[in-house]
Each structure stands twice: as C-alpha cells, then as structure tokens.
C-alpha cells in the first residue's frame, strides 16, 4: 500500500514562480526521498531528508519535515520551463523497502 | 557509475500471451532489486524485491512473478497476460541514501 500522499496533485505555475507541493505518511520513518519524473521515463532521485532533520537544500529546492505532523514540503524556487515533471515522495521505513506516493504534476509555462 | 538496462522500452503483447521483462545492474555486486509498476497518472506499486541471488519477495498477489538468476539480472515474467497487467514497469536498485531506476518498459496488454 502506498504510505506517502502528495497534494496537490497537479500545479501549473508560471516561469520564475516557486512551486510547493506536500507529502504526507502515516507511519514512522528513517528517512524521506523525494524524486522527479519526467514524461515517460524513470525516477531520479533529487533529495533525501532524514527523520531527525527538519530542513534541507539543494541548488533550487528547499525540502521540509514535520515529523509531529508526519508531513514533508518540497519547494522549487525560480521554477524553469525544464521543472516540468512529476515529483514523488517516498519513505523509507527501514525494511529494504520505498513506499512512494501517487505524486504531483508540475507544468511550467514559459 | 551505477547503470540499469531495461528492456525493452515498450510492449505490446495480447491477452493470454507471455511475458519476460528483463533488468540488468552494471557498477555494484549484490545489489537490493526491486520491480515497480506504475499505472497512468498514479505512483508506483512496488511489486516484487529481491535481496539476493534466487530470493524473492512479492508484495502483492498477482499474475506475475519474479526471478533473480545472476547477482545483477532481475527478470520479471508472466504466463499469460491479462488486460489488468498493461502499466509502466520500473527496475530499481537501492543505493545507499537513493534509489536507482532504469528507463522503464511500457506495456500494453491488447
């Protein structure tokens, strides 16, 4: 069964706008991923937040984590017409396993 | 560097037909295997993963089945087809803080 929720689950922004998306879970957790799909290909992995760290950065994206709440943010600042994708939170539970979200469709327009 | 081959990248096969989908890992020696399937517009179902050579472990009853022959070859396969089956399939390694997808075969049971 899927444990991470993503919402919303389609964002259309303009060029330069920042996009947030959220994830939620419902169980406990050692860390949390989030990765990119574009069209018709596979996942690349983009950041990876740990059940102890309640920020993190990379480049462009900001990712948050309320473990309370059991709910993460990813951010894209300054989002380009190349953010087009579908983004996936996935957590890990410790079991060998990712349990991945039904994700959330990103759309740039120039 | 860490590769994954898929093959082939899309499928059409009838109804009753057989399967044999095909995952092959370059750059790490017993690496954790995974199979997802993805149907349209939604996550990724984890459908088997695999620790070792010969160990699998199913997540979900279907009509598939998987195999490990060799360290870094992950076969996925099916007797006959049903319509259900039709969906993006993803072979993925587990890294050390990221999972590793290939490329993804489309399948489309007719």
Same mark, same amino acid.
């Given at each position: 069964?899927? %444990?991470?929720?993503?919402?919303?689950?389609?964002?259309?922004? %303009?060029?330069?706008?920042?996009?947030?998306?959220?994830?939620?879970?419902?169980?406990?957790?050692?860390? *949390?991923?989030?990765?990119?799909?574009?069209?018709?290909?596979? @996942?690349?992995?983009?950041?990876? &937040?740990?059940?102890?760290?309640?920020?993190?950065?990379?480049?462009?994206?900001?990712?948050?984590?309320?473990?309370?709440?059991?709910?993460?943010?990813? *951010?894209?600042?300054?989002?380009?017409? /190349?953010?087009?994708?579908?983004?996936?939170?996935?957590?890990?539970?410790?079991?060998?396993? @990712?349990?991945?979200?039904?994700?959330?469709?990103?759309?740039?327009? /120039? | 560097?860490?590769?994954?081959?898929?093959?082939? +990248?899309?499928?059409?096969?009838?109804?009753?037909?057989?399967?044999?989908?095909?995952?092959?890992?370059?750059?790490?020696?017993?690496?954790?295997?995974?199979?997802?399937?993805?149907? +349209?517009?939604?996550?990724?179902?984890?459908?088997?993963?695999? $620790?070792?050579?010969?160990? &699998?472990?199913?997540? $979900?009853?279907?009509?598939?089945? /998987?195999?490990?022959?060799?360290?870094?070859?992950?076969?996925?396969?099916?007797?006959?087809? *049903? *319509?259900?089956?039709?969906?993006?399939?993803?072979?993925?390694?587990?890294?050390?803080?990221?999972?590793?997808?290939?490329?993804?075969?489309?399948?489309?049971? $007719?």
């Amino acid at each position: 069964s899927q %444990q991470g929720e993503e919402d919303p689950q389609a964002l259309s922004i %303009q060029e330069g706008e920042n996009a947030t998306m959220n994830c939620s879970y419902k169980t406990s957790i050692n860390n *949390l991923q989030w990765y990119r799909q574009n069209s018709g290909r596979g @996942l690349v992995h983009l950041i990876l &937040i740990r059940s102890n760290e309640r920020e993190k950065h990379s480049g462009r994206l900001r990712v948050t984590l309320d473990t309370s709440k059991k709910s993460s943010s990813l *951010l894209i600042t300054a989002s380009r017409a /190349a953010d087009t994708a579908s983004y996936f939170c996935a957590t890990d539970l410790g079991d060998y396993k @990712l349990s991945f979200g039904a994700g959330t469709t990103v759309t740039v327009r /120039a | 560097s860490q590769t994954i081959h898929q093959w082939p +990248a899309t499928l059409v096969q009838p109804v009753g037909s057989p399967l044999s989908l095909e995952c092959t890992v370059e750059g790490t020696s017993n690496p954790n295997l995974y199979w997802y399937r993805q149907a +349209a517009g939604r996550g990724l179902q984890l459908l088997f993963y695999s $620790v070792g050579i010969g160990q &699998i472990s199913s997540e $979900v009853p279907q009509n598939l089945s /998987a195999s490990r022959p060799q360290d870094r070859q992950f076969i996925l396969s099916s007797k006959k087809l *049903l *319509l259900s089956d039709s969906g993006f399939y993803l072979c993925a390694r587990q890294g050390i803080t990221e999972a590793f997808f290939g490329q993804g075969t489309r399948l489309t049971v $007719v």
